[in-house]
């Protein structure tokens, strides 16, 4: 993620801070200083912040845990003003694994509320979870810091907590497709009540908004493409015909490859076989610093992910993803057959939507972005990164 900086590491997960959360700390400690310019009050508001994107992080740890339980990794944690995110691999198909990944950050803020809101209780009475003032009542305030944060988590906003834990329920009578569908519209309309209160009352809203309604969009690409490629091989959507290069050929036999034919991907062949893959990046990469007359072997990839051409598409595409390659290459006994790329595969569904007398889908970009992952807000939202082919909205998973 750019813009980031990691600070911690917990479980084997990266946790990083996005640049823009480090703009709010200081401008929650300009703000205070505005109205009181002490500097032990400003110090305390600058601490109650920091504790409740502490408490985020242990939402989004609760998350990216579980899913571990069902073998999905967590690449990151990032925090945002607006909440957390993990980044996670993938969403499991399985509605039950969904279920139990997007409800176990909000069940965390309930056990911390009630086990906080217990010590308060032992230690000062009922009377002490009343909070006159936040900053000057840390104990007190993170009870309902986190009361706050379950409930906003629940709400069906999908694709945060709550709005997953409703397609996994719509899931197991509607099948993927329609209970994404239902919920990504229960989702937009919570958008505009979000949207709607956002204008009146915090602005923080409105981004929120924005991330339900164009998160929820592109699960909803994601579903249909998914659903789209299950029951294909990656033969049915591989790059078969491609011009080789010997393995001595300069870059500019590569660049003419790409720009009369519009080949974006050049296999370099030696006398031992493939000996590497020059991909359209490589090419330009490679222009940049030694023009026409380099060598393309030197900026060629001596290693991409293989599959074999009867491979389950839904599969290779996934691999895609986890792996962030521009390509796979498609083999059988050791022979090279072709490629499949993010574009073989989005011009393969085109041409199976037209089939079906539907508008052809959003076509698949180039992004690295493909794969899935897991994100949640935390002081607001909480939602999951799913991996969508999407242009306009990289896919994300937020929990
Ligand atoms: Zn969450």
């Given at each position: 993620?750019?813009?980031?900086?990691?600070?911690a590491?917990?479980?084997?997960?990266?946790?990083?801070?996005?640049?823009?959360?480090?703009?709010?700390?200081?401008?929650?400690?300009?703000?205070?200083?505005?109205?009181?310019?002490?500097?032990?009050g400003?110090?305390?508001?600058?601490?109650?912040?920091?504790?409740?994107?502490?408490?985020?992080?242990?939402?989004?740890?609760?998350?990216?845990?579980?899913?571990?339980?069902?073998?999905?990794?967590?690449?990151?944690?990032?925090?945002?003003?607006?909440?957390?995110i993990?980044?996670?691999e993938?969403?499991?198909?399985?509605?039950a694994?969904?279920?139990?990944?997007?409800?176990?950050?909000?069940?965390?803020?309930?056990?911390?509320?009630?086990l906080?809101?217990?010590?308060?209780?032992?230690?000062?009475?009922?009377?002490?979870?009343?909070?006159?003032?936040?900053?000057h009542?840390?104990?007190?305030?993170?009870?309902?810091?986190?009361?706050?944060?379950?409930?906003?988590?629940?709400?069906?906003?999908?694709?945060?907590?709550?709005?997953?834990i409703?397609?996994?329920?719509?899931?197991?009578?509607?099948?993927?497709v329609?209970?994404?569908?239902?919920?990504?519209?229960?989702?937009?309309a919570?958008?505009?009540?979000?949207?709607?209160?956002?204008?009146?009352?915090?602005?923080?809203?409105?981004?929120?908004?924005?991330?339900?309604?164009?998160?929820?969009?592109?699960?909803?690409?994601?579903?249909?493409?998914?659903?789209?490629?299950?029951?294909?091989?990656?033969?049915?959507?591989?790059?078969?015909?491609?011009?080789?290069?010997?393995?001595?050929?300069?870059?500019?036999?590569?660049?003419r490859?790409?720009?009369?034919?519009?080949?974006?991907?050049?296999?370099?062949?030696?006398?031992?076989?493939l000996?590497g893959?020059?991909?359209?990046?490589?090419?330009?990469?490679?222009?940049?610093?030694?023009?026409?007359?380099?060598?393309?072997?030197?900026?060629?990839?001596?290693?991409?992910?293989?599959?074999?051409?009867?491979?389950?598409?839904?599969?290779?595409?996934?691999?895609?993803?986890?792996?962030?390659?521009?390509?796979?290459?498609?083999?059988?006994?050791?022979?090279?057959?072709?490629v499949?790329?993010?574009?073989?595969?989005?011009?393969?569904?085109?041409?199976?939507?037209?089939?079906?007398?539907?508008?052809?889908?959003?076509?698949?970009?180039?992004?690295?972005?493909l794969?899935?992952?897991?994100e949640?807000?935390g002081?607001?939202?909480?939602?999951?990164?799913?991996?969508?082919?999407?242009?306009?909205?990289?896919?994300?998973?937020?929990?």
């Amino acid at each position: 993620m750019k813009w980031s900086l990691q600070v911690a590491r917990l479980a084997g997960i990266p946790i990083r801070v996005h640049a823009s959360f480090l703009l709010l700390l200081a401008w929650v400690a300009y703000a205070h200083y505005r109205r009181d310019p002490d500097l032990r009050g400003v110090g305390l508001a600058v601490l109650f912040l920091c504790l409740v994107f502490a408490v985020v992080v242990l939402h989004e740890l609760s998350h990216a845990l579980t899913a571990r339980a069902y073998g999905i990794r967590t690449r990151e944690i990032t925090l945002w003003p607006i909440g957390g995110i993990s980044h996670l691999e993938r969403m499991p198909e399985q509605p039950a694994q969904e279920f139990w990944i997007a409800v176990a950050g909000p069940l965390l803020n309930v056990a911390l509320a009630l086990l906080l809101g217990a010590l308060v209780v032992a230690t000062r009475g009922a009377e002490g979870l009343v909070v006159a003032d936040f900053e000057h009542d840390l104990l007190a305030s993170l009870v309902w810091v986190n009361a706050a944060l379950a409930v906003f988590n629940l709400l069906p906003a999908f694709p945060m907590d709550g709005g997953r834990i409703l397609r996994a329920l719509l899931s197991m009578a509607l099948g993927r497709v329609a209970a994404t569908q239902v919920a990504a519209g229960v989702g937009r309309a919570m958008a505009i009540l979000f949207a709607l209160i956002g204008l009146a009352v915090n602005p923080f809203l409105l981004l929120i908004a924005l991330f339900v309604w164009l998160g929820g969009s592109a699960e909803v690409s994601h579903a249909e493409l998914r659903a789209a490629l299950s029951g294909h091989p990656v033969a049915h959507a591989m790059t078969r015909a491609l011009a080789t290069l010997p393995a001595d050929a300069p870059l500019g036999q590569a660049a003419r490859l790409l720009v009369h034919r519009g080949q974006r991907i050049v296999p370099l062949l030696g006398p031992a076989g493939l000996e590497g893959v020059l991909c359209e990046r490589d090419l330009l990469r490679g222009l940049a610093r030694g023009g026409l007359e380099a060598p393309a072997k030197q900026f060629a990839r001596r290693r991409l992910p293989a599959v074999s051409p009867r491979t389950p598409l839904l599969e290779a595409f996934e691999l895609l993803g986890r792996r962030r390659a521009p390509c796979l290459l498609v083999e059988e006994e050791g022979r090279l057959l072709g490629v499949l790329t993010r574009e073989g595969i989005g011009h393969f569904v085109s041409v199976l939507s037209a089939l079906r007398g539907e508008p052809p889908p959003l076509e698949l970009g180039n992004q690295d972005a493909l794969g899935g992952g897991h994100e949640g807000f935390g002081p607001s939202p909480a939602s999951a990164e799913g991996a969508g082919p999407d242009r306009r909205a990289p896919p994300v998973t937020r929990l």
